[in-house]
Structures are given as structure tokens and as C-alpha cells.
């Protein structure tokens, strides 16, 4: 199994930035993905970027320009720099991992963004 930690969300003004971090641990092999996600409330969870062990990488529309995923595959950790955040951004932040037997999900962070 893998187990993930995140860390990072908290509250901040409109136009601020936060920088969200995921640690996986466990039985991790080569090929991978690391992403984030989120979900209000009353809605379903959706996709905010994830990036694979290859470095590849996949965005939301509504975050291209302003939020940027990365990894280090030595820390099995991914970070998630929000820029520009605006108050549509609040939600949990959910990191994932998956791989050819696994997917799995964190505990989630909670980020504000106050108007």
C-alpha cells in the first residue's frame, strides 16, 4: 500500500499564492502519477493537474497559467504551486497517487481564498 501525506493549504487573499506538498510512502515503483484534485462542497471531486514519474503533465483549464505541478521522484513528492489564487479556488485539495495496482488518495487540505 501507499500512504500519502500533504501539507500546505491554509487561507489567503485573492491574487496570493500557496504551495501545496505531498509525500508518498510505501510500496512505490518506477512508473507513476501524482496529482492533485478538488473538491467544494456539494460537488464532485475534479482534476487540478497531475504530473507522471516521466514528467509529463496535465491541467485544469481553469488553473493553465497559474498553478504549476512538480515533482521530486528522489522524495516521491509532489508540490503544487497556486498562483494568482482567486476565491473560486477554495475547496479541499486532494492528492492522489496511482499506478498499476494502486490508487490512492489523501486525507485532503483545505485552501481559502478570501475575496
Known amino acids: 500500500q501507499v500512504q500519502l501525506a500533504e501539507s500546505g493549504g491554509g487561507l489567503v487573499q485573492a491574487g496570493g499564492s500557496l504551495r501545496l506538498s505531498c509525500a508518498a510512502s510505501?510500496?512505490?515503483?518506477?512508473?507513476?502519477?501524482m496529482g492533485w484534485y478538488r473538491q467544494a462542497p456539494g460537488k464532485q471531486r475534479d482534476l487540478v493537474a497531475v504530473?507522471?514519474?516521466?514528467?509529463?503533465?496535465n491541467y485544469a483549464d481553469s488553473v493553465k497559467g497559474r498553478f504549476t505541478i512538480s515533482r521530486d521522484n528522489a522524495k516521491n513528492t509532489v508540490y503544487l504551486q497556486m498562483n494568482s489564487l482567486k476565491p473560486e479556488d477554495t475547496s479541499v485539495y486532494y492528492c492522489?497517487?496511482?499506478?498499476?495496482?494502486?490508487?490512492?488518495w489523501g486525507t485532503g487540505t483545505l485552501v481559502t481564498v478570501s475575496s
Open positions: 492522489n497517487f496511482r499506478d498499476f495496482s494502486e490508487n490512492c
Open positions: 510505501g510500496r512505490i515503483f518506477g512508473v507513476n502519477s
Open positions: 504530473i507522471t514519474s516521466r514528467g509529463s503533465t
